[in-house]
C-alpha cells in the first residue's frame, strides 16, 4: 500500500463521513433514532468509510507515481487501480500519450541529428546566432575554428572584427518590430592566426527564428589560398626580377666575351664556363627555392594530422649531410631524450626544416667545431628540436628580420656559400603550417640556437 499524507487522510474520510453523520444526527434529533443505535451506526460507517478511503486514496497516489515516472520517460508497469475505475481509465490514456509523445520524441531527435550531421558535414564554417548576438548552434568546420566553448556567447567573444559585427547588427536591427536592414550581405576581413586566414563571412538574416532560437546565419568562405596565389604570382615575379638579375647579367657577359675576345682562348673559355656552371645552379637553386616556398604558402593554412618521428627525421637529416659536414670539419651531434613522443606534422616538410637549419649551421660555423642538434618533450603536448652551432653568431638588430624572403646578414657571404635567402623562410612558414614556433638566439662571436618547438602527437 504506498503511503498516504495523514492530513490528506484526515481530510478526505472527515468529507465522506460528514452526510451520513449529518443523517444519522437529524434522526436522532427528530426522535427517529435513539443515541446507542445512532452511535453504533457511526462507528459501523466510519470504520467502513475510512477502509474504503484509505484504498482509494491508495489508489490515488499509485496513480500519481505512474503519470510521474511516465513523466521522466520511463515505461513503469501499469498499476491495478480496482477502487479507483475513472483513474484507472486516466492511466490507460496517460500511458497511450506518453507512448506517442517517446515516438514523437525520438523522431525530433532524429530529425534534429540528421540535421547537425548534415550542417557538420558542410566544408565552410557556419555559426547562427539569436536576435542578442549570441551563438547558438555551430558546425565542425567552426568548432575547429572557435572551439566548443564558443556556444551560448556573443559573437564579439570569438570575432573581433568590428565590420562583422557591425554587419550582423545591420541584419537584426529592428524599428517598430520590423527589420529595417537587408537580410543579407558579405563582408571580408582577416582572421589572426598563426596562420592568418583571409575570409569572406556571407551573412543571411532566417525569414523567422528558428526553434532552438537562430535568426542569422554567418558562413565563413576561406580564401586564404586564392589571395595567397595572388601575392604569391606578385611576390615570384618580383623577387624573382631581382635575385636573378645578377646572375643572368653575368651569363650574358661571359656569352658575350666567349663568342668575341675569348674565343680561341682556351684558359679563358675553361675559367668562365666553370663560372657560368655557378652562377646556372645559383638560378637552380633559386627557382628551386622559390617552387617550394610557394608551394609551401599555399597550403599553409591547412595543419597536418600524421604522427612523426623526430628522431627518425633527425637521424636522416644528419646522414645527408655528414659528407658536407667532414668537408668543413664540423662534427655533427645528435642528442634525443629517450621516450621523445612523435610530433604531429608532416614527415617530408619536417626534414626540409630541419635540413635548412642543420645545412646552415655547418655553412657558419667555424672549422674544428660541433653542431649539436637536441630533440627533447618541451611539455606534456610539446615537442622541441633545437640546433645549435659555435659560429661569429649574429648581431641582435637581425634577428627578428632573419625569416624575411632574400634577407641576408652578409650578403656577399651567404651567396659564396651557394645560399638563395629562401631557406629560414621556408622554416617559418613550414612550422607556421604544423602551429609549431621557431626561436632564434644568437651571441656574436659565440654562435647560434635555433629552436623550433612542435605540438606532440598525445
Known sequence: MDPV??????????????????????????????????????????????????????????????????????EPVMPRLSFAPATEELATAAALLSAGWR??????????ASAQAIVDGLP?????????????????????????????????TVFRQPQLLAAIDGLLETADGNFTGP?????????PGPPELDVIAHLRRLPRAAADGSLALVVLHDTTALRRAERMRADFVANASHELKTPIAGLAGFIETLRGP?????AARERFLGIMAEQAERMRRLVDDLLMLSRIEQHEHARPAAAVDIERV???????????????????????????????????????????????AVKYAKPNTMVRVTARPMSEDRVAVAVADEGDGIPAAHLPRLT???????????????????????VKHVVNRHRGRLDIQSTPGKGSTFTVTLPAAV
Do not use: C
Open 5 to 74: 499524507p495523514l492530513r490528506r487522510y484526515v481530510a478526505a474520510s472527515a468529507v465522506a463521513l460528514a452526510p451520513s453523520f449529518v443523517a444519522l444526527l437529524v434522526l436522532y434529533w427528530s426522535g427517529l433514532l435513539a443515541a446507542r443505535p445512532m452511535l453504533l451506526a457511526m462507528a459501523g460507517i466510519a470504520v467502513v468509510t475510512v477502509w474504503l478511503v484509505q484504498r482509494y486514496l491508495g489508489s490515488l497516489a499509485r496513480f500519481a507515481r505512474f503519470v510521474g515516472e511516465l513523466s521522466d520517460e520511463r
Open 103 to 112: 515516438r514523437q520524441r525520438a523522431s525530433i531527435d532524429n530529425l534534429a
Open 124 to 156: 565552410d564554417p557556419l555559426v547562427a546566432v539569436d536576435r542578442q548576438r549570441r551563438i547558438v548552434r555551430t558546425n565542425l568546420a567552426a568548432r575547429q575554428i572557435l572551439g566548443a566553448a564558443a556556444a551560448e556567447r556573443d559573437l564579439s
Open 183 to 191: 537580410d543579407q550581405t558579405a563582408v571580408e576581413f582577416v582572421l
Open 262 to 266: 675569348a674565343r680561341d682562348d682556351t
Open 314 to 360: 633527425l637521424r636522416g637529416v644528419l646522414d645527408l649531410l655528414q659528407l658536407k659536414a667532414g668537408g668543413r670539419k664540423v662534427a655533427l651531434d645528435l642528442a634525443v631524450t629517450p621516450g621523445l613522443p612523435p610530433a604531429v606534422g608532416d614527415h617530408d616538410e619536417l626534414t626540409i626544416v630541419f635540413q635548412n637549419l642543420v645545412d646552415n
Open 404 to 426: 624575411e624572403r632574400f634577407y641576408r646578414v652578409d650578403a656577399a657571404r651567404s651567396r659564396q656559400l651557394g645560399g638563395t635567402g629562401l631557406g629560414l623562410a621556408i
